[in-house]
């Protein structure tokens, strides 16, 4: 299995771009194209008889993931409304709030990570941080001021979505 890239998930493109890039891997090796059979040097057992499927495979694990299933999973958004109450991270200590307002005013005053579970909100300590993959101080998670409801930079929370979505659908 391939080692997964350390910036893959800060440079996922859209899945219709992914499946664009194997289509023009494919034509390109059945162009007899020596550096594009090259790439396909990657496939353990890889057939005489190239198809798309084999492609799309080639460009998950350039891009980092071990299959063509993962990358896709990670390239289409997850909807993250309740993916913070899991099994796995059930058992922190949370402060529940009916409305965003209420839990940025407790975040304001008591810090920690704000976090959205359906039409609510919640608080929980920076504890949970690494249970998700990351260091407390974790830049991306400073930037957006640990608000992942209404972040300070949306840049660094499409980072974050990015890395959670690969990492949460396959650890929860």
């Not at 299959?67 to 402060?95: M, Q, R, Y």
Request: hydrophobic share 40%.
């Amino acid at each position: 299995m391939p080692k997964m890239a350390k910036n893959a998930a800060h440079d996922l493109k859209s899945i219709d771009t992914y499946k664009r890039d194997a289509a023009r891997l494919l034509k390109a090796v059945r162009a007899d194209d020596a550096t594009a059979r090259t790439r396909f040097s990657r496939l353990e057992n890889a057939p005489a008889g190239l198809q798309l499927k084999h492609a799309l495979t080639v460009i998950a694990h350039e891009a980092g993931f071990p299959t063509w299933t993962a990358l896709k999973n990670a390239a289409e958004e997850v909807d993250f409304s309740e993916i913070f109450a899991a099994p796995g991270l059930k058992d922190s200590i949370n402060h529940w709030f009916r409305n965003y307002e209420e839990a940025k005013a407790h975040q304001t005053a008591n810090g920690g990570v704000l976090l959205p579970y359906r039409t609510q909100a919640f608080v929980t300590s920076l504890e949970i941080l690494p249970r998700l993959g990351y260091e407390k101080d974790d830049p991306d998670w400073a930037d957006i001021g640990y608000d992942f409801i209404r972040p300070a930079s949306e840049t660094a929370l499409a980072r974050i979505k990015a890395r959670l979505s690969r990492r949460l659908t396959a650890k929860f």
